[in-house]
Nanobody, 114 residues
Framework: VQLQASGGGLAQAGGSLRLSCTTS????????MGWFRQGPGKQRELVAE??????NYADSVKGRFTASRDIARNTVYLQMNSLKPEDTAVYYC??????????WGQGTQVTVSS
């Protein structure tokens, strides 16, 4: 199983970026998909989690980030609006296939300048 993340880059505070994560398997049967991030000197944190019934967000991104999935394209997205410098991190997509978050993408760097 391969996950290819893309869409990271440099943005100014208040700007937007959209991350994509394309998988090598069908995501139609995947019960849990997530976006994580790890900022400089910080622990990895769960940013958004998509389940079959709901999408949940970390308090720090609620109202600014939107996670979604396109089953036909086997792709998961993270739309990030109103970016802040503290959103600077490497962002990872992950799937729970046969266990809790057992498949991970390679990460994409997001840098937000003030």
């Amino acid at each position: 199983v391969q996950l290819q993340a893309s869409g990271g880059g440099l943005a100014q505070a208040g700007g937007s970026l959209r991350l994509s994560c394309t998988t090598s398997i069908s995501i139609s049967g995947i019960k849990v998909m997530g976006w994580f991030r790890q900022g400089p000197g910080k622990q990895r944190e769960l940013v958004a989690e998509i389940t079959r019934f709901a999408t949940n967000y970390a308090d720090s991104v609620k109202g600014r980030f939107t996670a979604s999935r396109d089953i036909a394209r086997n792709t998961v997205y993270l739309q990030m609006n109103s970016l802040k410098p503290e959103d600077t991190a490497v962002y990872y997509c992950a799937l729970a296939t046969s266990g809790p978050y057992d498949r991970w993408g390679q990460g994409t760097q997001v840098t937000v300048s003030s």
